[in-house]
Nanobody
Framework: QVQLVESGGGLVQSGGSRKLSCAASGFTFSRYAMSWYRQAPGKERELVAAITSAGSTNYADSIKGRFTISRDNTKSLVYLQMNSLRPEDTAVYYC?????????WGQGTQVTVSS
């Protein structure tokens, strides 16, 4: 069955770094566009970063220059390197896979940035 499993979340101090991973299985990973979303308490889920099957990326303005999305098709992994973290980056971070009409979500991983 399809699975997306995020890992790497935790507590980090403001200004610190964290790398999230999302392990995919159950579908042809290389065909899928992958993205990271986040949802802070009381807020809507928002797109953070995305990477196409060809490796093109785009980022939300709020994290541009601080976060980097990447993928390893040989390992069916997608990463989110987060640098210069701020308290407002605190959220549950979700991995999403999308191809044609198919869309899959992971369960999320909590990132908490302390000031």
């Amino acid at each position: 069955q399809v699975q997306l499993v995020e890992s790497g979340g935790g507590l980090v101090q403001s200004g610190g770094s964290r790398k999230l991973s999302c392990a995919a299985s159950g579908f042809t990973f290389s065909r899928y566009a992958m993205s990271w979303y986040r949802q802070a308490p009381g807020k809507e889920r928002e797109l953070v970063a995305a990477i196409t099957s060809a490796g093109s990326t785009n980022y939300a303005d709020s994290i541009k220059g601080r976060f980097t999305i990447s993928r390893d098709n040989t390992k069916s992994l997608v990463y989110l390197q987060m640098n210069s973290l701020r308290p407002e980056d605190t959220a549950v971070y979700y991995c999403r896979a999308r191809y044609s009409l198919n869309s899959y979500w992971g369960q999320g991983t909590q990132v908490t940035v302390s000031s």
